[in-house]
């Protein structure tokens, strides 16, 4: 039940490539996806009701519709409003909707942890709105963000599985087709599963470094 030597050799150059798509995917997502969570999280916290409306629904929507959901609307529903996208393309902007309605909630908590007296201290410096963002709310905020940022990473990477349910040929897609053509599904599976595992548990490993880190620096 466990692949032969003779099937790595054959199928590694294939699932590695598989992987190598998985990875920009999820670099791709959260490279747009964490900024526009910043965003919908200062939307979230806008005195301006357009602006809260706005940046809640997309949060709802994102957070509220299963990635899986999301990927089949972008990619499927779309060219029905004549807006066609490949697989690639739409499972980026899937990704990185549902990577920023989560991490809009992880961002604005931590900006809200802020002690208030540090605002009052920006402004009676003279710091503007932007400056104070800048240079108090957000060096601070991210800093308190990090290790759920990046655990919420090492769950994008896991998503990125349900692209195969889009003709990407990511990892799972390569293995699904090693599968059809041997008829050896479960060696394929298993050897996508510990390719997904040699990139998670040491990610899992560096978050709780993370962690730690953060937890005996907000002690002093």
């Known amino acids: 039940m466990i692949p032969t030597y003779g099937e790595l050799v054959v199928w590694l150059p ?10 920009q995917v999820t670099a791709l997502s959260l490279a747009l996806g964490i900024p526009f ?10 005195k301006g009701k357009a602006a809260k409306t706005i940046a809640l629904i997309l949060v709802e929507v994102g957070r509220g519709a299963p990635a899986l959901v999301l990927l089949q609307f972008i990619y499927f529903g779309l060219p029905s409003a004549g807006l066609t996208l490949g697989s ?27 002690p208030h007296g540090q605002r009052e201290a920006a402004v009676s410096i003279g710091l503007n709105r932007l400056d104070e963002l800048r240079y108090v709310l957000l060096p601070q905020g991210l800093r308190v963000a990090l290790p759920a940022l990046l655990g919420f990473s090492i769950l994008i990477f ?20 090693i599968g059809s053509t041997t008829f050896r599904y479960f060696p394929a599976l298993l050897t996508a599963g510990a390719l997904y595992a040699s990139i998670s548990i040491p990610a899992s490993l560096l978050v709780n470094h993370v962690e730690k880190r953060a937890g005996s620096h907000a002690q002093r």
């Open 14 to 23: 294939e699932l590695l490539s598989g992987l190598s798509i998985s990875l």
């Open 37 to 46: 969570g910043l965003l919908l999280a200062l939307g979230v916290l806008a």
């Open 158 to 177: 896991q998503g990125t599985s349900l692209c195969f349910t889009i003709a990407l040929p990511e990892l799972v897609s390569r293995a699904y087709e």
């Open 88 to 114: 690639f393309v739409a499972a980026v902007i899937a990704l990185a909707w549902n990577t920023g309605a989560y991490t809009s909630e992880i961002i604005r908590a931590s900006l809200q942890s802020i």
